[in-house]
């Protein structure tokens, strides 16, 4: 017997696949019947008004060229097999950034899953949704599809998908600075981490450097600093190569004794460790948000120390992730007053800025330069630097920061030349206007 199914999308009954399959080979009722029933019985069949035997069923697939198991497919296992298919291609859509293609699809896939009940791929169609809106900033939208989305996910008991909706609900109130509710997301994120056991210690990371941040953004730096010591103690761990050999010797013994499925995900699980140790860019963000949290409560060497740990981490890939660790250490030198320092680390970030041809870099590793040379009062050298900036900023048309630089530079005339410092502040004071700042 063939093993063949049918290709067609369509959510057909058992009746409505064989005169679907019958009609493409051209078949009578007659032909389709042979010697084994009657053409009547295969029209009642055809109309879902016969019940029939796995025997008959063996016989029509064989003269349909398709397997007993496909005839016998419900139509509740049809649209779940082909709402999973189109689930995934409309992820592949979003990973393309071909988000209105993705959000059609997507709309299909939920009235399918409306029609049958699919609780599974209702959630994960509202978590794609919410996506979707992520990208295209519509956050309203965003947090209503991951609330929708949280329904299903907790019916179903799906903790890894609760623990993302909360997540990302939070990131979308920090964004809109409403740290409270950011708070109690976050919140929630956490019980979920403590009931269940996450292998990838990112993720407890990134959610405590979060909370660490709101915290520090409502005032309240005991919180703050509770979270960023969670971190410390995640990154004094020093038994993760242990934690490794361990699980491949359970894995191992699993494999030996025939357990391969227990086998399998001891593996994977070992796997996932060294993955997240390998995720630099994760460690990165969370080291640069601990690096915002001290230098609010003011603690420059705690600064000094999460910047260079980014550096030293992302130093190999010249990303914007090691930029910000640079531009970290430069103004933390700064404030300690510690100008060689700072030179020397604004000089690599320089030249990182220039090899890699970024613009707006170049000009804030400059700027730093021209802050430097006023607090050390060589008003020269500042205006220098400034000077720089401008012709940078004015050619990337951010006149926001130009018209900042513009009145910076008027303040560093106004014991050289009463003239200059007119003309820039003038400069200045006419672009914020067109700005509409005043």
């Given at each position: 017997m063939?093993s063949?199914?049918g290709?067609?999308?369509?959510?057909l009954s058992l009746?409505e696949k064989?005169?679907?399959?019958r009609k493409?080979k051209?078949?009578?009722l007659?032909e389709?019947a042979?010697?084994r029933i009657?053409?009547?019985?295969?029209?009642?069949?055809e109309?879902?008004?016969s019940?029939?035997s796995?025997e008959?069923?063996?016989?029509?697939?064989d003269?349909l060229?398709?397997?007993?198991?496909?005839?016998l497919?419900?139509?509740e296992?049809q649209s779940?097999?082909?709402t999973?298919?189109?689930?995934l291609?409309?992820?592949?859509y979003?990973k393309?950034n071909e988000l209105?293609?993705?959000?059609?699809?997507?709309?299909?896939?939920?009235?399918?899953?409306?029609r049958?009940?699919?609780?599974e791929?209702?959630?994960r169609?509202?978590?794609?949704?919410a996506?979707i809106n992520?990208?295209?900033?519509n956050?309203?939208?965003?947090?209503?599809?991951?609330?929708?989305?949280l329904y299903?996910?907790?019916k179903?008991?799906d903790?890894?998908?609760?623990l993302?909706?909360?997540?990302?609900?939070?990131k979308i109130?920090m964004?809109?600075d409403?740290?409270?509710?950011?708070?109690?997301?976050?919140n929630?994120?956490?019980?979920?981490l403590s009931?269940?056991?996450?292998e990838?210690?990112?993720?407890?990371?990134e959610l405590y450097?979060?909370?660490?941040y709101?915290?520090?953004k409502l005032?309240n730096p005991?919180m703050?600093?509770?979270?960023?010591e969670?971190?410390?103690?995640?990154?004094n761990?020093?038994?993760?190569?242990?934690?490794?050999?361990i699980l491949?010797?359970?894995?191992?013994?699993?494999l030996?004794?025939?357990?391969?499925?227990?086998?399998r995900?001891?593996f994977?699980?070992?796997?996932?460790?060294l993955?997240?140790?390998?995720?630099k860019?994760g460690l990165?963000?969370?080291y640069?948000?601990?690096?915002?949290?001290y230098?609010?409560?003011?603690?420059?060497?705690?600064?000094?120390?999460y910047s260079?740990?980014?550096?030293?981490i992302?130093?190999?890939d010249?990303?914007e992730?090691?930029?910000?660790?640079?531009?970290?250490i430069?103004e933390?030198?700064i404030?300690?007053e510690?100008y060689?320092?700072a030179?020397k680390?604004?000089?690599?970030?320089?030249?990182s800025?220039i090899?890699?041809?970024n613009?707006?870099?170049?000009y804030k590793a400059l700027r730093?330069?021209a802050?430097m040379?006023?607090n050390q009062?060589?008003?020269?050298?500042a205006?220098?630097y400034l000077?720089?900036?401008?012709?940078?900023v004015?050619?990337?048309?951010?006149?926001r920061i130009?018209?900042?630089?513009?009145?910076?530079l008027?303040?560093?005339?106004?014991?050289?030349?009463?003239e200059k410092?007119?003309?820039y502040?003038q400069?200045?004071v006419?672009?914020?206007k067109?700005?509409?700042?005043?």
């Amino acid at each position: 017997m063939s093993s063949k199914g049918g290709n067609s999308m369509e959510i057909l009954s058992l009746g409505e696949k064989i005169k679907k399959l019958r009609k493409e080979k051209n078949m009578t009722l007659k032909e389709l019947a042979g010697d084994r029933i009657t053409a009547a019985q295969i029209s009642h069949i055809e109309r879902d008004k016969s019940h029939t035997s796995y025997e008959l069923l063996e016989y029509l697939g064989d003269k349909l060229d398709v397997s007993v198991e496909y005839l016998l497919e419900t139509k509740e296992m049809q649209s779940k097999k082909i709402t999973d298919n189109l689930i995934l291609q409309s992820e592949i859509y979003i990973k393309e950034n071909e988000l209105n293609k993705a959000e059609d699809q997507i709309k299909e896939v939920l009235d399918i899953c409306k029609r049958y009940d699919l609780m599974e791929n209702y959630g994960r169609c509202n978590f794609l949704m919410a996506n979707i809106n992520l990208k295209k900033s519509n956050y309203n939208d965003a947090i209503e599809n991951f609330e929708k989305a949280l329904y299903f996910f907790i019916k179903n008991s799906d903790s890894e998908n609760i623990l993302k909706c909360y997540l990302n609900i939070g990131k979308i109130y920090m964004q809109e600075d409403f740290y409270k509710g950011a708070i109690s997301h976050f919140n929630f994120a956490e019980e979920i981490l403590s009931e269940n056991k996450f292998e990838d210690v990112n993720i407890h990371k990134e959610l405590y450097s979060k909370m660490a941040y709101c915290y520090i953004k409502l005032d309240n730096p005991n919180m703050s600093l509770k979270y960023i010591e969670k971190i410390n103690e995640i990154d004094n761990r020093n038994d993760r190569k242990e934690d490794v050999d361990i699980l491949v010797l359970k894995a191992n013994n699993m494999l030996e004794i025939g357990k391969y499925e227990e086998s399998r995900d001891y593996f994977k699980k070992a796997l996932k460790i060294l993955e997240s140790e390998d995720n630099k860019t994760g460690l990165a963000n969370v080291y640069l948000t601990i690096c915002d949290v001290y230098r609010k409560i003011g603690e420059t060497d705690r600064v000094l120390e999460y910047s260079q740990k980014v550096y030293d981490i992302k130093k190999n890939d010249e990303d914007e992730y090691m930029m910000s660790g640079l531009f970290k250490i430069i103004e933390a030198y700064i404030d300690k007053e510690d100008y060689d320092l700072a030179r020397k680390y604004c000089k690599i970030a320089l030249a990182s800025s220039i090899k890699n041809k970024n613009k707006f870099n170049e000009y804030k590793a400059l700027r730093f330069y021209a802050n430097m040379y006023k607090n050390q009062n060589e008003v020269t050298l500042a205006i220098e630097y400034l000077i720089k900036c401008i012709k940078i900023v004015s050619d990337l048309g951010n006149n926001r920061i130009l018209a900042n630089l513009y009145i910076d530079l008027g303040q560093l005339y106004s014991n050289i030349s009463k003239e200059k410092e007119l003309e820039y502040y003038q400069k200045g004071v006419f672009m914020y206007k067109n700005l509409e700042i005043m």
